[in-house]
T-cell receptor, first 111, second 115 residues
Framework: RKEVEQDPGPFNVPEGATVAFNCTYS??????FFWYRQDCRKEPKLLMSVYSSGNEDGRFTAQLNRASQYISLLIRDSKLSDSATYLCVATYTGTASKLTFGTGTRLQVTL | DTGVSQDPRHKITKRGQNVTFRCDPISEHNRLYWYRQTLGQGPEFLTY????????KSRLLSDRFSAERPKGSFSTLEIQRTEQGDSAMYLC?????????????FGNGTRLTVT
C-alpha cells in the first residue's frame, strides 16, 4: 500500500464547477500536510498547507481528518487555469523529515 | 533570481555512461532534497541533506547513485553506469528546517533520457 494515495483522475469539469479531491495517508505519525500543484512538464509548486482546523485560500479549501487519515481539497468556481495535477503530500518530523507525495490527481477544466 | 536552480535542464546519455546534476538551493535554506519523478507518478524521495550532512537515503537510491553537498550549499547527484530505467525527471528542492514540516521549493528539474 502506498503511503499517500490519490485517485489519479482525470477529473473533467466545466468552468465554474466545484470539484473536490480526497487523499488518504497510511502513516498515523504524519504531522504536516500540503497540496502542491504541478503543471505539465513543470516542477511542483506549493498550493497550500493543510491545517487541522481546515483552511481556505480564495477559491481553495483544504480539510484534514486525522481520525480517518484523509485530506481533501475543494476548488470552487473552477477556472480554465486550474487545469493541472494536484499532489497530496504528507510528512512527519522524525528521523526522516521527508515529504511523501501521492501520485497526483489530474484536473481538466473545460469551457 | 532567488529560487532553486538546477543544471542541466535536459540530459541525454547513452546507457552505461555517468551523469552528474547540480542543484543550487535557495540561499538561506539549510535542507536540500533530491526527488525523482516519472510520467504519471508523484515525486519519489531519493535523499536529503541538512547542511552538509546526508541524513537519509531512499532504498530507491542504488549504489550507482551518489549525492553530495560538500559545503552545505549546492549539491550534486551522480548516476554511474546509467540504465534506461534511470530515465526520469530529477527534482531538487530546498526548505528551511523548523517545527513540523516545512514546504519544499522545487527547482525546474533535470530531465534525463538514457538511450
Amino acid at each position: 500500500r502506498k503511503e499517500v494515495e490519490q485517485d489519479p483522475g482525470p477529473f473533467n469539469v466545466p468552468e465554474g464547477a466545484t470539484v473536490a479531491f480526497n487523499c488518504t495517508y497510511s502513516n498515523s505519525a504524519s504531522q504536516s500536510f500540503f497540496w502542491y500543484r504541478q503543471d505539465c512538464r513543470k516542477e511542483p509548486k506549493l498550493l497550500m498547507s493543510v491545517y487541522s482546523s481546515g483552511n481556505e485560500d480564495g477559491r481553495f479549501t483544504a480539510q484534514l481528518n486525522r481520525a480517518s487519515q484523509y485530506i481533501s481539497l475543494l476548488i470552487r468556481d473552477s477556472k480554465l487555469s486550474d487545469s493541472a495535477t494536484y499532489l497530496c503530500v504528507a510528512t512527519y518530523t522524525g528521523t526522516a523529515s521527508k515529504l511523501t507525495f501521492g501520485t497526483g490527481t489530474r484536473l481538466q477544466v473545460t469551457l | 533570481d532567488t529560487g532553486v536552480s538546477q543544471d542541466p535542464r535536459h540530459k541525454i546519455t547513452k546507457r552505461g555512461q555517468n551523469v552528474t546534476f547540480r542543484c543550487d538551493p535557495i540561499s538561506e535554506h539549510n535542507r536540500l532534497y533530491w526527488y525523482r519523478q516519472t510520467l504519471g507518478q508523484g515525486p519519489e524521495f531519493l535523499t536529503y541533506f541538512q547542511n552538509e550532512a546526508q541524513l537519509e537515503k531512499s532504498r530507491l537510491l542504488s549504489d550507482r547513485f551518489s549525492a553530495e553537498r560538500p559545503k552545505g550549499s549546492f549539491s550534486t547527484l551522480e548516476i554511474q553506469r546509467t540504465e534506461q530505467g534511470d530515465s526520469a525527471m530529477y527534482l531538487c528542492a530546498s526548505s528551511l528546517v523548523g517545527t513540523g514540516g516545512s514546504p519544499l521549493h522545487f527547482g525546474n528539474g533535470t530531465r534525463l533520457t538514457v538511450t
